[in-house]
């Protein structure tokens, strides 16, 4: 455990509640997409198999998040400049709640408008969707990264994103 301490450079125990939620939402995603790749190929729930392969499909997809997760922190660690390792692994579940968080929230606004992903062009409500959620999810952002502790990356992460598109004289 030790070890495992000193590689993500986690120096309370409290800190450890980062990579267990993360490796939870890693597991939990890993499942998600093995429920849906099962409906695909039409394996039910009642077929003897279902749970050997979905128990396969998920520790198999795990193992490529993991990888590509890992890959990601070693680029990103020397970008983001954070002060512990365990940081990052806080970023990322903040990026990710703020994320689905946005997109859901997003849905019961454009129902209101009156706008239907059947029934709406789509050159008319992906565009309406993204100007919707794109505010939603800048606030989100702060609030989440508040909670994970990370708020001071966040605001730079924010001003830096909104100067690049040319908003930052609004903030």
Known sequence: MQKFKDRWEIKRN???????LG???????????AKY?????????????YFGVLSAIIIIISFIFLFITLRLFNILEPRWKVNYRWELIAIFIAFAITGSTAARISDPILSF??????STNAWIYWPIRILIVFP?????????GWIFGQFKFFWSF????????GLARFF
Do not use: A, C, G, H
């Open 37 to 49: 790749i099962l409906n695909l190929i039409n394996i039910q729930q009642t077929d003897v198999s």
């Open 136 to 144: 939603i999810y800048q606030i989100l952002l702060l609030i989440v």
């Open 23 to 33: 490796i939870l939402s890693l597991i939990f995603s890993s499942y998600l997409i």
């Open 158 to 165: 924010e001003k830096k994103m909104l100067n690049r598109m």
């Open 113 to 118: 408008l009156s706008l239907d992903r059947s």
């Open 14 to 20: 409290w800190q450890l509640i980062f990579p267990i």
